[in-house]
Nanobody, 123 residues
Framework: QAQLVESGGGVVQAGGSLRLSCAASARTFSSNAMGWFRQAPGKEREFVAAISWNGDRMYYVDSVKGRFTISRDNAKNTVTLQMNSLKPEDTAAYYC????????????????WGQGTQVTVSS
């Protein structure tokens, strides 16, 4: 099965920025919408942002809209999440996955997950 490898997390103060990257080995990467999810301690994993297969559409949940930007490079099989103006409530492990559905119905389409990358925002 394909592999997902997330990187770029770290510890940052509120108001700071981080850039997350996801490398996917799936042969179907370039034909799939991709997205980011996050899971805070004690909470369920939640959808954060999605990008269409060719990068012409993006969708963000309200809590990150205007602060996060998702992008992709199909030549490198990578998807990136630029996170600005970070808040303590953004603290979570972040994961990428293929996206099924769109908008409010976005969900992870692949059953496998990478190890995630931890983002910690201090106040």
């Amino acid at each position: 099965q394909a592999q997902l490898v997330e990187s770029g997390g770290g510890v940052v103060q509120a108001g700071g920025s981080l850039r997350l990257s996801c490398a996917a080995s799936a042969r179907t990467f370039s034909s799939n919408a991709m997205g980011w999810f996050r899971q805070a301690p004690g909470k369920e994993r939640e959808f954060v942002a999605a990008i269409s297969w060719n990068g012409d559409r993006m969708y963000y949940v309200d809590s990150v809209k205007g602060r996060f930007t998702i992008s992709r490079d199909n030549a490198k099989n990578t998807v990136t999440l630029q996170m600005n103006s970070l808040k303590p409530e953004d603290t979570a492990a972040y994961y990428c996955n293929s996206i099924g559905g769109w908008g409010t119905t976005s969900r992870a389409a692949w059953t496998y997950w990478g190890q995630g990358t931890q983002v910690t925002v201090s106040s």
